[in-house]
């Protein structure tokens, strides 16, 4: 089964709106990853947050992650048409696993 | 070129055959990693090399999958007497040193159909 768990599983926005994708896991981990992929495309790293953090910033982006839940947020303020894509948490077990287990994605629609 | 390259993008065969997909990974980067995905669902561990320890097959499916990586660089995924669900893109990713802290870098995938 997978680490990670994304929702909604798809979401339809208009530019300009915000967009929230939470992803949940299931075992403790040492960091967290999002990902972005394209239609036809390898996946882009986005952010990571590490388990002591709580909050990270990267541009139009905002992520958190309340280890206490299991659970974390993607955040696109202000999104454009050009964020259409599929966005993919993944985890690193702690425990000395060195591979990253990713969630089934959340397909977002951003409508001019 | 700097990032993941993947050869083909596209194969498609005939069930049966044998198939041999191909990943170059940044120059530098000892860990490399392989994925599956079939369509509109997430990615599914399939192996993982760093340097020269001996690789995490954990995710093959199955015998007929097999990978190697040869001097710490190129990788070849192969897939003997394909079957039909084994149609799904193939991708490969790598990273530094293969640390939990450190973002994978994808190639575009291989498309693989079998029919």
């Known amino acids: 089964s997978q680490q990670g768990e994304e929702d909604p599983q798809a979401l339809s926005i208009q530019e300009g709106e915000n967009a929230t994708m939470n992803c949940s896991y299931k075992t403790s981990i040492n960091n967290l990853q999002w990902y972005r992929q394209n239609s036809g495309r390898g996946l882009v790293h986005l952010i990571l947050i590490r388990s002591n953090e709580r909050e990270k910033h990267s541009g139009r982006l905002r992520v958190t992650l309340d280890t206490s839940k299991k659970s974390s947020s993607l955040l696109i303020t202000a999104s454009r048409a050009a964020d259409t894509a599929s966005y993919f948490c993944a985890t690193d077990k702690s425990g000395g696993y060195n591979k990253l287990i990713f969630g089934a994605g959340t397909r977002l629609a951003v409508h001019p | 070129g700097a990032g993941v390259s993947q050869s083909p993008s596209n194969k498609v065969t005939e069930k049966g055959k044998d198939v041999e997909l191909r990943c170059d990974p940044i120059s530098g980067h000892t860990a490399l990693y392989w994925y599956r995905q079939s369509l509109g669902q997430g990615l599914e561990f399939l192996i993982y090399?760093?340097?020269?320890?001996?690789?995490?097959k954990s995710g093959l499916p199955s015998d007929r999958f097999s990978a190697e990586r040869t001097g710490g660089s190129v990788s070849t995924l192969t897939i003997q007497r394909t079957q039909q669900e084994d149609s799904a893109v193939y991708l490969c990713?790598?990273?530094?040193?293969?640390?939990?802290?450190?973002?994978?870098?994808f190639g575009d995938g291989t498309r693989l159909s079998i029919l």
């Open positions: 990713a790598s990273s530094g040193q293969g640390l939990g802290n450190q973002p994978q870098h």
């Open positions: 090399f760093q340097g020269n320890s001996a690789p995490d």
